[in-house]
């Protein structure tokens, strides 16, 4: 039986897309091995959005000449999409696939076992309307299971070279995903969490149809318990959405929205399609109609030309409107952007000043988010066992709280209601109540 070996770089949507090229794989008789061992083909998804993504992805690709050198190795993802000719350059690399065409993968496998020349199978991932469908009827360890629903991204803001890696906004038919839900439930999955390259705009390349639209399908999905959207941008929180999420039972209290900057200049320079007034209102009213809502965001410190004003409005901004957790990010220059390209790059040090100082905000903030459920009974869904602590499982909350209590194996994937014992970050302490009545007869774990 033919082995493959796959290696994974980067984002969710990468390990998505690993999981559906496995499944190509498994379709076609090979068995899966570890990265580490000897296989007869390395599969490396690689990754593009930094610098350092493509060094490393790099160094993997080398990895895996070096493991076997009789070995296929087949390099595919986003540094595959943008920059082929500098991974065909690698010696030993064999078949190189962008972000389109891994349906062909194994073709070119076959392909390049006859004729044992190198096959450079990117093409123009602009010129792509059409969003290619990749099934992935479940993952490999997973509690929480993924499910995409678009592909690229037309914003092109200054600093990210992903439109260039993906191309431009495809959402995936509907039917489709609606298909792959119920498969995810029929597989024993309780939460899904939706995911893409600019997810929040699902729909905006279709007529009659919309993000809030699938969301309302989605809720009809029997056995789903829980939805999640993985990113929306403030510009992408319209009404109607705040409704669905409003009427829903299985949209979960929270949302993910990417700030990047607070202060209305920097996001100009950014070419982010919001000013701050716009954000703030949508934040108002997302917190009036769902009290309790956990909103994370994503920000980036030391934007080319970010004066020490411009930090201090996204500080401000963000103490203020109370986000209940931040995944700060020091600006780093990619390559190819207009943001490489302009002066006033931020000293390092000053940079790492601001993030540490976003830091712990964030950890200020997100104590005080998980405070407020202190004694509250939520619902829970173990993932994995605590390494810390025998014993002791670790899961989420619907509102994305990081919980610890005392359990046991056959949790793992259940709903279950724990008490917050003790709010904390990055883990609170909870206490096992008991299982939902439609998962299982109720067990008295801590008898
Ligand atoms: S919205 Fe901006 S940051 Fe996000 S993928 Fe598109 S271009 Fe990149």
């Not at 010129?127 to 479940?138: Q, S």
């Amino acid at each position: 039986m033919a082995s493959v070996a796959f290696h994974t770089l980067g984002c969710k949507v990468n390990h998505y897309e690993t999981e559906a090229i496995w499944q190509l794989f498994q379709q076609n008789g090979y068995e899966k091995k570890d990265f580490e061992s000897i296989a007869d083909v390395y599969v490396i998804n690689t990754c593009t959005v930094t610098n350092t993504g493509d060094k490393k992805s790099r160094q993997i690709i080398r990895r895996a000449v070096r493991k076997n050198p009789d070995a296929v190795i087949c390099v595919t993802g986003c540094y595959a999409q943008t920059s082929p000719a500098e991974i065909m350059d690698i010696p030993g690399v064999d078949i190189v696939v962008g972000t389109q065409d891994r349906t062909r993968m194994l073709e070119y496998i076959d392909q390049f076992n006859r004729d044992r020349s190198p096959i450079n199978a990117v093409g123009n991932i602009m010129k792509a309307r059409v969003y290619e469908e990749l099934d992935v009827p479940a993952f490999t360890d997973r509690t929480r299971a993924s499910l995409k629903i678009q592909e690229g991204c037309n914003n092109f803001c200054t600093f990210c070279i992903i439109p260039w890696a993906r191309g431009l906004m495809r959402s995936r038919d509907p039917k489709d995903v609606i298909k792959q839900a119920h498969q995810l439930v029929g597989a024993g999955y309780k939460e899904i969490v939706l995911t893409g390259i600019h997810t929040g705009g699902y729909g905006e390349d279709m007529k009659d149809y919309s993000l809030a639209k699938l969301l309302v399908e989605l809720e009809e999905v029997p056995g789903l318990k829980r939805i999640r959207i993985s990113s929306i941008e403030a510009s992408q929180i319209t009404d109607e959405v705040i409704e669905v999420v409003n009427n829903s039972n299985k949209i979960v209290r929270h949302l993910h929205i990417p700030l990047q900057s607070g202060s209305d200049t920097v996001l100009k320079r950014m070419r982010r399609k919001y000013t701050m007034e716009f954000f703030a209102e949508r934040l108002d009213r997302l917190k009036e109609a769902l009290p309790g809502l956990a909103v994370t965001s994503d920000v980036i410190v030391g934007f080319p030309g970010e004066t020490e004003e411009e930090f201090q409005e996204t500080f401000d901004f963000i103490a203020s409107h109370k986000f209940s957790e931040l995944h700060v990010f020091p600006y780093s220059k990619r390559t190819g952007t207009p943001a490489a390209r302009m002066e006033d790059q931020v000293d390092e040090d000053v940079k790492n000043e601001r993030v540490h100082k976003l830091i712990e905000l964030s950890t200020q903030l997100a104590k005080e988010y998980a405070s407020q459920f202190e004694g509250e009974v939520l619902e829970v869904i173990p993932e994995d066992r605590d390494d810390q602590e025998a014993g002791y499982y670790i899961g989420y909350t619907d509102n994305y709280l990081k919980v610890k209590f005392f359990s046991n194996e056959d949790m793992i994937g259940k709903l279950v209601r724990v008490k917050i014992a003790k709010a904390g970050y990055p883990v609170n302490v909870g206490e096992f109540v008991r299982v939902m009545e439609d998962e299982m007869h109720e067990i008295a774990v801590n008898s």
